[in-house]
Each structure stands twice: as C-alpha cells, then as structure tokens.
C-alpha cells in the first residue's frame, strides 16, 4: 500500500491492533511496579537492588531507541512495531522464572530493548492513518492506551501477584505480547512503501537533520523529569507505601497510583485536542508541567483519602502533557515520514536515558535518607528543567483564520491541512 490513509474499516481494526498492543505493552512496564514487595521479599533483594531491577527496563528502552529509528528507516513502521511485540515478548515472558534479582534485571534489559522497537514505530503507523490536522485526538488516544495497560499493569497485577506469585504477574504480560505478535500483522497494513535499503552511510547522512534538531533536544530535556517523575511514582509508590504505611494492603497501594492511570485516559484526548488549538503548545507544557512538579512535593504528606484526589490530579496532567508533546514533532520538518520515529526515538532516549538514572537514585535517596526527602527530589527532577521548553522554536502559523504563534522548527508555514 502507498501513502495516504487507508479505507476507514481497515484503519479502524489497524488503530484497534495497535491500541490493544499498546496497552499490553505497558501492562509489562507496570506489572514490576506492582509486585516488587513481593520480589524483593522472594529474591531477597534490598531496595536499591529492586532500583537497579526498575532501572534496567529503562536502561534497555534508553539504549535502543536510535536503533528502532533507523531500522524504520530501513524496515518500516509496520515490520519494526511486529518484531517488538515478539522481541518484548519473549522477554518478559522469561523474566517470570527468574532465580535472582540479577537475572532478574538483565531480562528485564532485554524486555525494555523490545519496548524501544514498539513505541515510536507503532506512533508512526497512528500518525499515518489520519490526515493532517485531525492526529492530535488519535495521538492522545494511542497515549491514553498506555495509561489503561499501565493501570492494569499495577491494579491486576498486584491481584495476580497476591494470588499466584509474583512471576505469574510478569507471565501474563509476557504471554499477551507474544498473542498481540501474531494478530497484528493480521489487521495492520503496509500504510507507506516499505523504504529502499539503504547503506548506513546514507541512513545516517538522511538522519542528519533529525538527530541535530535544536527543538526536538529541547523538548526531550525540558520534560526528561517530568518522564522521571511519572515513572517513579507509578513504580515505587507500592513499596513506599509498604514502608511507611505498612498496614495497607498491597492491592489497595496499588489501587491508588492506578487512580492516575485512570485520569491519564481522559487527559490524554484532552491534551491532543488543546494541542490541535493552541496558540502556542510550549505554555500548555509549561503550565501542566510545573502543576504536576508542585504535586509531587505533596505526597508525603498526605494520607490515604487526599492522596487518591492528588493521583487524579497528576494523571489528567500527565495525559495532557504527553499528548502535546508526541503532537509537536509531528508539526517538525525534520520529522516527515519515516524520520517521525526517529526524532520520537531521539526524545524518548534523550528521556529515558535520564530517566532511568533518576529513577536509581530515588531508590537510593530514599534508603540513605527516607522517602520524603525522595519525594522532594522527585518534584525538583519534575520542575526544574521546564524552562528549557523556551528552547522549542517558533514560527508564525495561519491558525483558524487568524495567526499565531506555535512552537516548531523550521521555515514558516502553515500547519498542514488547516486553512489559511
């Protein structure tokens, strides 16, 4: 199949592959989350050894992002995202009988390798099936995707945990991936021409402009904590709560970072949708961003009640804020095409990267100094480099009928799709 969207029935069962493959994808980022007690009690593994565990995932995802992106260059959208399903898969499937937390943490390398694969290719295909000017909701609806495997990965697999073991939480995600891998090349099709094989020399002269793209390192920088902060209360807050508030059950500890998941859905639409119309998207990042950072402070000093409340807050911010931000590059033209997922790839690594070693070093900063002192590092990680949003360069846009000032790099033109 050549360019341009697809028959609306077919884009239909293609968005609905990829959206059931999203959410089981981040059931196996969240599924750890939920049973490390659990874990570290079966493994004997200390606190930062289960940082280390957590981190590995990340380090993984981290490393093979630029990969994933120059092999869509080679490959395509649509065969990248297929092997993810299957390489994640396989991963997270042996990361279930694992013998120790060492084990333990290199499989779940080999698993956050396989998420790199999925995650921008798979936007890439959702960003093929629409025209210009109508991505935003489908964007934030593939984000708010993530969110409902993010919150069963908690909710359902702390229950799972609870009830047959911590391995049989991993199991379960692993064994789903492996089903998604065999549906969708089913019900996704070839939306843009396969690439020529190109040499590496011409793939990499290609991505040039990609990878060097001040508004795209921009982006990466100024949200990198925000990434951080989000993962960290999703992943550490049941064993927070485990320490400090011993008496709660595991699944009811759980239910409440799922609480942010929940509100994640509605935010992530919300945010394609205020994106789509925003004079200039840097102060929707902005504003949600230093509400979220000034939350995080929060958490240690609230109870059980008001902390449900708090995680609602966060994930609405959290939905919107990441649906703005995987809009913007596709306004970039330096990210046309396949070179979408690459500059999508060169922000979640540049995040990721950071990301991961924050996440470590929360889990050391709360051994050596307690968890409040780990939640106030969480909020300044949050707050503090969101001025380097400023960076996101400017042009003069036609915005319905009148113009305005939207953030993106390049010449000036007009938003595609929109009339002048």
């Known amino acids: 199949m050549t360019d341009g969207a697809p028959p609306t029935p077919r884009r239909e069962s293609a968005l609905g592959a990829l959206m059931l493959a999203r959410v089981v994808y981040a059931f196996n980022w969240y599924n750890v989350g939920a049973v490390l007690p659990l874990i570290g009690t079966h493994l004997r593994a200390t606190t930062p050894e289960l940082g280390i565990v957590v981190s590995s995932f990340l380090i993984g995802a981290g490393l093979f992002q630029l990969v994933a992106g120059f092999a869509v260059l080679r490959w395509g959208n649509r065969t990248v995202s297929i092997f993810a399903l299957f390489l994640m898969g396989a991963f ?5 009988f694992s013998p120790n937390w060492i084990v333990l943490s290199l499989l779940r390398f080999g698993a956050g390798a396989g998420a790199a694969f999925f995650f921008a290719p798979a936007l890439g295909i959702v960003t093929s ?3 210009p000017g109508t991505q935003g909701p489908a964007i934030g609806a593939y984000n708010s995707a993530f969110s409902v495997g993010s919150g069963a990965g908690l909710f359902a697999g702390a229950l799972v945990g609870a009830m047959y073991g911590w391995g049989a939480a991993l199991l379960v995600g692993g064994l789903a991936l492996l089903g998604c891998g065999v549906v969708a090349p089913m019900l996704i099709p070839q939306i843009r021409a ?3 094989r190109r ?17 795209l390192w921009a982006i990466a920088l100024g949200t990198a ?6 993962v960290l209360a999703a992943q550490y807050f049941v064993q927070y709560s485990a320490a400090v508030h011993p008496t709660w059950p595991i699944a009811i500890a759980a239910g409440i970072p799922s609480l942010m998941i929940v509100f994640e859905i509605p935010g992530g639409p919300i945010g394609g949708f205020l994106g789509e119309r925003a004079r200039d998207m840097r102060r ?9 950072g000034v939350l995080f402070f929060t958490i240690p000093y609230l109870g059980f009640t008001e902390l449900f409340g708090l995680f609602a807050l966060l994930g609405f911010a959290d939905g919107v804020i990441f649906a703005v931000l995987y809009l913007l590059p596709v306004r970039f033209p330096e990210a046309k095409g396949e070179h979408l997922s690459l500059a999508l790839a060169l922000v979640n690594a540049i995040q990721i990267f950071l990301g991961s070693g924050l996440a470590l070093g929360f889990a050391f900063i709360a051994d050596a100094y307690g968890y409040t002192v780990a939640w106030w590092f969480t909020g300044a990680i949050a707050v503090l480099p969101l001025p380097l949003l400023l960076g996101i360069g400017q042009r003069e846009t036609v915005h319905r009928g009148h113009v305005a000032r939207s953030p993106t790099s390049g010449r000036a033109a007009p938003f595609p799709g929109r009339p002048g």
């Open 92 to 96: 997270s499937t042996a990361s279930a």
């Open 129 to 131: 099936l629409y025209p």
């Open 194 to 196: 396969v690439p020529a």
């Open 199 to 215: 040499p590496l020399t011409s793939l990499w002269r290609a991505a040039g402009p990609t990878l060097r793209s001040r508004s």
């Open 225 to 230: 904590g925000l990434w951080a902060a989000y």
């Open 284 to 292: 929707v990042l902005l504003l949600f961003g230093a509400v979220a």
